[in-house]
């Protein structure tokens, strides 16, 4: 059996499945999640796309302030009321997120009280808050719920035929990209920005490439998998927030990447469920308003706008790729993907 918690400084790993610790069950399982989080998302979207919002509520942090100072985690609402999106802890009524993880062990010594968590109510435990291992999971955890008929139960986010594939692509997608953009932003020293945010934009340059290759509209082509979903996250948040706040600004998606940014308009508008976990306040109140060392006076840019253009064309081989082709990224590129 596979240890769920090793122990205070532990994630959770728990699994979803049938004749286990955590069986599938409507109704008993619970998420807290962060509108802002990209991480947080990936699994909002999971929820969506499976058509799992009947089988899991959900409850949502505020994306500012961190309880205590910052070391009590992030804050649910006193009402409903207090910030749009954002709901009381529907279990418990907890004040703070760290409250949740010293219900699942009072001698929890992790480093941080993150979103996602999937709680457990009958077990009265956390199944598992890393939100890679849900996105792998999750989308079949439930199939002997589900009806087993529709476009929801059909939709295969991790198909035998593209594994290989798509394993291949997150493990340097994860490490360029959905973790870069930290690396560079969080930057503590010249040199360390000056080592990572180059990266970032070698990351999107190959990805710029790998979906004009594959014709799109979907990274691997015809067939939308986890691996949308994971870059989608990052990406919705990149001009709106990693150019200005993170300095990631040797480039944006609108004007420097069209491959992507069609891929990016058509899942936001065309795809149900992209814009409807999407929300933009709590994704730049929660940048520019908590991360008080990056941005003391708080001060949330009005840009940009539109939020998300308009307008899709459809027709990738038509697209011409762009690319950041300075030449540290350039450099950077050749290093890690050819």
């Given at each position: 059996?596979?240890v769920v918690h090793a122990g205070p400084t532990d994630s959770?790993?728990?699994?979803?499945?049938?004749?286990?610790?955590?069986?599938?069950?409507?109704?008993?399982?619970?998420?807290?999640?962060?509108?802002?989080?990209?991480?947080?998302?990936?699994?909002?979207?999971?929820?969506?796309?499976?058509?799992?919002?009947?089988?899991?509520?959900?409850?949502?942090?505020?994306?500012?302030?961190?309880?205590?100072?910052?070391?009590?985690?992030?804050?649910?609402?006193?009402?409903?009321?207090?910030?749009?999106?954002?709901?009381?802890?529907?279990?418990?009524?907890?004040?703070?997120?760290?409250?949740?993880?010293?219900?699942?062990?009072?001698?929890?010594?992790?480093?941080?009280?993150?979103?996602?968590?999937?709680?457990?109510?009958?077990?009265?435990?956390?199944?598992?808050?890393?939100?890679?291992?849900?996105?792998?999971?999750?989308?079949?955890?439930?199939?002997?719920?589900?009806?087993?008929?529709?476009?929801?139960?059909?939709?295969?986010?991790?198909?035998?035929?593209?594994?290989?594939?798509?394993?291949?692509?997150?493990?340097?997608?994860?490490?360029?990209?959905?973790?870069?953009?930290?690396?560079?932003?969080?930057?503590?020293?010249?040199?360390?920005?000056?080592?990572?945010?180059?990266?970032?934009?070698?990351?999107?340059?190959?990805?710029?490439?790998?979906?004009?290759?594959?014709?799109?509209?979907?990274?691997?082509?015809?067939?939308?998998?986890?691996?949308?979903?994971?870059?989608?996250?990052?990406?919705?948040?990149?001009?709106?927030?990693?150019?200005?706040?993170?300095?990631c600004n040797l480039g944006t998606i609108r004007a420097n990447?069209?491959?992507?940014?069609?891929?990016?308009?058509?899942?936001?508008?065309?795809?149900?469920?992209?814009?409807?976990?999407?929300?933009?306040?709590?994704i730049k109140e929660n940048y520019t308003k908590s991360h008080?060392?990056?941005?003391?006076?708080?001060?949330?840019?009005?840009?940009?706008?539109?939020?998300?253009?308009?307008?899709?064309?459809?027709?990738?081989?038509?697209?011409?790729?762009?690319?950041?082709?300075?030449?540290?990224?350039?450099?950077?590129?050749?290093?890690?993907?050819?």
């Amino acid at each position: 059996m596979a240890v769920v918690h090793a122990g205070p400084t532990d994630s959770w790993h728990g699994v979803i499945k049938p004749e286990s610790q955590f069986p599938p069950e409507a109704g008993r399982y619970h998420f807290y999640v962060g509108l802002f989080c990209p991480f947080a998302h990936r699994v909002l979207l999971v929820r969506y796309l499976k058509g799992l919002e009947s089988l899991i509520d959900v409850s949502v942090v505020m994306p500012y302030p961190k309880g205590n100072g910052g070391r009590a985690g992030w804050r649910f609402p006193t009402s409903n009321d207090e910030y749009a999106g954002a709901t009381v802890d529907k279990l418990f009524g907890s004040k703070d997120l760290h409250e949740l993880y010293f219900r699942a062990d009072s001698g929890y010594e992790g480093t941080k009280y993150s979103v996602p968590v999937l709680w457990d109510t009958k077990e009265g435990t956390i199944v598992n808050n890393e939100s890679a291992e849900l996105l792998r999971w999750l989308p079949t955890a439930f199939e002997d719920v589900l009806p087993k008929e529709g476009q929801k139960y059909e939709l295969d986010l991790y198909p035998a035929q593209l594994r290989s594939q798509i394993d291949e692509i997150s493990e340097w997608m994860q490490r360029d990209l959905n973790s870069g953009v930290y690396k560079a932003g969080f930057a503590e020293t010249q040199e360390a920005y000056d080592k990572n945010v180059p990266v970032v934009f070698a990351a999107l340059n190959h990805l710029e490439s790998l979906i004009h290759r594959n014709g799109g509209p979907y990274i691997l082509g015809s067939h939308l998998t986890e691996l949308d979903i994971r870059a989608y996250t990052t990406i919705i948040r990149f001009d709106a927030v990693y150019v200005q706040h993170f300095k990631c600004n040797l480039g944006t998606i609108r004007a420097n990447y069209p491959v992507i940014h069609e891929w990016l308009k058509n899942l936001y508008w065309n795809v149900k469920g992209f814009k409807e976990t999407t929300d933009f306040k709590h994704i730049k109140e929660n940048y520019t308003k908590s991360h008080t060392k990056i941005n003391p006076l708080a001060i949330t840019p009005l840009g940009p706008y539109p939020e998300v253009e308009e307008g899709i064309n459809l027709n990738f081989a038509e697209l011409k790729p762009g690319s950041v082709r300075h030449p540290i990224v350039l450099e950077r590129q050749a290093e890690l993907y050819n």
